[in-house]
Nanobody, 127 residues
Framework: QVQLVETGGGLVQAGGSLRLSCAAS????????MGWFRQAPGKEREFVAT????????DYVDSVKGRFTISRDNAKNTVYLQMNSLKPEDTAIYYC????????????????????WGQGTQVTVSS
């Protein structure tokens, strides 16, 4: 079992930055692909970013490309989401997720492919 805890959310003005962290316990994150997802009020949860387990390959939803960066430190068992140039439409609960990878090059954008989820952290961007 993998337990995930997100931190770093909060209230920020438009144009500001936040860095979310996702700390894992119970098992090393080596060989686990990781993802960040978000759910805004009244909307379905959507994919934000993903990273393969070595950390060299990433993918993002178009709306955050160039503004968000996903990274990981396997030695610290932690994954990060650096969010810059935040917009009000980024307001949501952000969740990290983990799954074992088929191989080192794999990452996953479909939330239904993830087995483990954190409890979420609220990000609110004011205009």
């Amino acid at each position: 079992q993998v337990q995930l805890v997100e931190t770093g959310g909060g209230l920020v003005q438009a144009g500001g930055s936040l860095r979310l962290s996702c700390a894992a316990s119970g098992r090393t994150l080596r060989r686990y692909a990781m993802g960040w997802f978000r759910q805004a009020p009244g909307k379905e949860r959507e994919f934000v970013a993903t990273i393969n387990w070595p950390g060299g390959s990433t993918d993002y939803v178009d709306s955050v490309k160039g503004r968000f960066t996903i990274s990981r430190d396997n030695a610290k068992n932690t994954v990060y989401l650096q969010m810059n140039s935040l917009k009000p439409e980024d307001t949501a609960i952000y969740y990290c997720a983990a799954r074992e990878s088929f191989g080192s090059t794999y990452y996953y954008t479909n939330q239904y492919e993830y087995a483990y989820w954190g409890q979420g952290t609220q990000v609110t961007v004011s205009s």
